[in-house]
């Protein structure tokens, strides 16, 4: 949490002290509502409410409509981001032994505020408590949200992957996390910001905003009081707001950043189910023998190697177990990884058949179920993580791997039903106890992967890497790509982002489920994504088959995930996910590196402005296409790829040229375009001397912008094969027999003009 306070307060350290602590979100004389002053928005004014039951009956207490008990209070207090202007507010029904109690929170420093309401029973009965609508601005409360050209508004969902739609149009409830902005920067985010108490929601509807926190109709005992989940409104930009939104989260949700990001092999596409010991163990060979292509990553082995769902020993297909599995991949240099579904049970399990009461069952007592599948024949019933036994049996689930010698697990179907045995708690808090069981199970070194799909809070604190988004079938990629653009806010944040696998070619014969349907340049544009998110960057190929050796070096290029982590540059101001990318920094110059896409039927123009890119503006950049391996040009303040074809996208560096020293313009090594293969460059009136890490491919080419002639000077654990003078002092320095776990030094003459 300490590393995160600190890189918040450096990244938004130059906005402290600048804005005045203005009121300027605030209770109204009456108490009736929660008035804001806001850029863009002539009316904003809301409701609050809080719903429960008892004996039964729906009830509601509303700041609208409701006595104001006493005064307003003001206070300060501290925040993950300073200071606060803290108003309280209570609100209940003469002679009820109900009341609400809504606390604000106005940041001094950032535009933004919180809100969380705390429901009261004074009575002598137990009550559940359902929902808080924090902020509730439809007309028919009473508030209104008021904006010129609601067709301007972007609302775009951060939790769930549902289309980016306009406000005049938005109605749907949005799970978790929403924002909505126009062009010229106006708008704002609203989410949860913890202690981890329960999911929120997000809704836009008629053009109001509806900001809920969902209790599960959770018991609240006579006498006592229970609080909703805070949420943050943030009227800063998309991008600061978002910012401060997953940190603010990662700091009170107890983020685990130590392990860092992965890269391996994973089974599942490759052999879904049919996997057997003999294939997993061709592979091991391959990648032991090929360390320069490979590394040393993860090998991890997926659904189908258990004797049966909840039974995660192995069946005869391993034959020798899976600890002799797990010791000969360590064996190799490797890590061994293992896929579950903890939460999954074959109905003839034994302890299933023993223990009935430990199984999920729905609101009316009934058994939920999946159904018979290609991949589990007999179906699956799914245990209740909430039950005693449960628990139990889940801690040995995951114990049992750790004691077999597997480093890495993959926990998927992570769904723990609504019917659970301590009825004071909400889904996420008995998710996350789920997930700290799992912790407590695997233990501080064992790497954790939460297959999710969509994000959630109620993992965070507990794993290293999330998957954050849907299967990658090579038939699809562009609905993955929805998710996994959007959601690169979450990625060494809250934990490391799981795009799922890429494939080292558009086609591969042995490949089981055929080519990329979407043609070459979709490939390109997941192959991309899959490196440049700086997550986990997995493969699943047959990787011995012959004709997966000619596509190694594909795998090479991705190895490990981009150093620097890009981000949507688009998010927020566009339905679609066209710029994808970062800017580094580093001692030897400045880079940016932009991944464009065309996610529409047509093909189309993409627009880099620079400024929003933060290129330096009136300065001549270099311009680098890395799957064409060639120096485009050099221009200013923007860039456009003309009529990109749908579903394709171009990859480029963007270098400026700050001074007239050879300089670095681009790189076919790694994705990253030298932001991961580069570890530094050292220039002096005689030489350039090049260090490279061992990350990306053993052979291929950097590119530097020189008006000096370079020659070959010497190399070390790598070759050079030849510098070459590509005109328009555009100079190519090719290498070869680059080794992995080895650093290695480039160096080229300067030599003066003849």
């Not at 028919?140 to 508004?153: D, F, H, T």
């Not at 799992?438 to 290293?464: H, K, N, Q, W």
Request: aromatic content about 10%; proline content about 5%; hydrophobic content about 40%.
């Amino acid at each position: 949490m300490k590393n995160i306070l600190l890189l918040t307060f450096a990244l938004f350290g130059l906005h402290f002290f600048t804005q005045a602590a203005e009121p300027w979100v605030r209770f109204a004389d009456s108490g009736s509502y929660v008035e804001i002053d806001a850029q863009g928005f002539s009316e904003f004014s809301a409701a609050s409410v809080v719903i429960f039951k008892s004996d039964g009956n729906g009830q509601r207490i509303s700041s609208n409509g409701m006595k104001l008990i006493g005064k307003v209070r003001h206070s300060q207090g501290e925040t993950p981001f300073g200071l606060a202007n803290i108003s309280q507010a209570t609100f209940g029904k003469d002679g009820s032994p109900f009341q609400y109690t809504v606390t604000l929170k106005q940041l001094q420093n950032l535009k933004a505020f919180t809100i969380q309401g705390v429901f009261h029973n004074f009575s002598d009965k137990d009550v559940n408590l359902v929902a808080f609508d924090l902020l509730d601005t439809r007309m028919g409360k009473g508030s209104r949200m008021k904006v010129e050209k609601p067709s301007e508004w972007l609302v775009t969902p951060l939790m769930q992957d549902k289309d980016a739609v306009t406000l005049d149009v938005a109605k749907d409830r949005y799970n978790e996390a929403a924002m909505i902005y126009r062009a010229n920067g106006d708008g704002f985010l609203a989410g949860p910001v913890g202690p981890a108490e329960a999911y929120t929601s997000v809704q836009f509807v008629n053009q109001a905003l509806v900001a809920s926190v969902s209790m599960d109709g959770v018991l609240v005992r006579a006498g006592e009081s229970r609080r909703s989940e805070e949420m943050i409104v943030s009227f800063e930009p998309a991008s600061t707001s978002t910012d401060v939104w997953t940190r603010w989260v990662a700091a009170t949700h107890g983020t685990r950043q130590h392990r860092g990001a992965v890269y391996g092999w994973c089974s599942w596409y490759d052999r879904t189910t049919k996997i057997d010991a003999a294939h997993v163990l061709n592979v091991t060979k391959v990648i032991e023998e090929n360390p320069n292509t490979f590394g040393r990553g993860i090998i991890q082995i997926d659904d189908g190697y258990q004797k049966m769902d909840g039974d995660w020993s192995g069946n005869k297909k391993f034959p020798d177990g899976m600890a002799a599995m797990a010791k000969r991949i360590r064996q190799s240099g490797n890590i061994p990884g293992v896929w579950f579904a903890p939460l999954m049970i074959h109905p003839e399990h034994p302890w299933a058949k023993a223990n009935p009461e430990a199984l999920q069952r729905n609101a009316k007592g009934i058994e939920t179920f999946m159904n018979a599948n290609s991949f589990h024949p007999a179906g699956a019933k799914w245990v209740n993580p909430d039950h005693p036994k449960t628990k139990k049996f889940l801690y040995n689930i995951i114990k049992d791997a750790r004691d077999r010698g597997f480093g890495y697990i993959k926990i998927d179907f992570n769904g723990i039903g609504n019917q659970f045995v301590d009825p004071t708690k909400t889904r996420m808090q008995v998710f996350r106890d789920l997930y700290t069981l799992y912790r407590e199970a695997a233990g501080e070194e064992m790497y954790i992967l939460s297959c999710l799909g969509s994000p959630t809070r109620g993992v965070v604190g507990f794993i290293d890497a999330a998957r954050v988004g849907p299967d990658s079938h090579p038939a699809h990629f562009d609905k993955c790509l929805k998710s996994v653009l959007r959601f690169q806010i979450f990625d060494n944040v809250w934990w490391q982002n799981d795009a799922d696998v890429a494939y080292i070619g558009q086609k591969l014969e042995s490949r089981n489920l055929g080519p990329v349907r979407q043609g070459e340049g979709m490939w390109r544009t997941w192959h991309s994504t899959v490196c440049l998110v700086g997550g986990t960057a997995m493969t699943s190929e047959p990787l011995n088959s012959p004709d997966a050796k000619p596509l190694w070096r594909n795998f090479e290029i991705m190895r490990p995930g981009s150093r620097e982590p890009a981000k949507l540059l688009t998010l927020g101001k566009s339905p679609h996910n066209e710029i994808f990318g970062f800017s580094a920094s580093r001692p030897y110059g400045d880079f940016s590196v932009y991944n464009l896409y065309n996610a529409t039927d047509k093909p189309m123009d993409i627009t880099l402005d620079f400024k929003d890119a933060g290129i330096p503006l009136d300065s001549d950049t270099a311009v680098f296409d890395f799957w064409n391996n060639k120096f485009i040009g050099i221009i200013k303040n923007s860039y456009v790829l003309p009529k990109i074809e749908p579903l394709s996208s171009g990859l480029f560096r963007f270098t400026p040229l700050a001074s007239d020293q050879p300089t670095l313009i681009g790189s076919n090594l790694h994705l990253s375009i030298g932001a991961t293969e580069v570890d530094n460059i050292l220039v002096s009136s005689k030489q350039v001397v090049i260090h490279l890490s061992d990350a990306g491919a053993q052979e291929g080419c950097l590119t530097f912008y020189s008006k000096k002639k370079l020659v070959a000077a010497g190399s070390k654990n790598c070759k050079i094969v030849s510098v070459k003078g590509l005109g328009n002092n555009i100079w190519q320095i090719n290498l070869t027999n680059r080794l992995w776990g080895k650093k290695q030094t480039v160096s080229v003459a300067i030599q003066p003009p003849q």
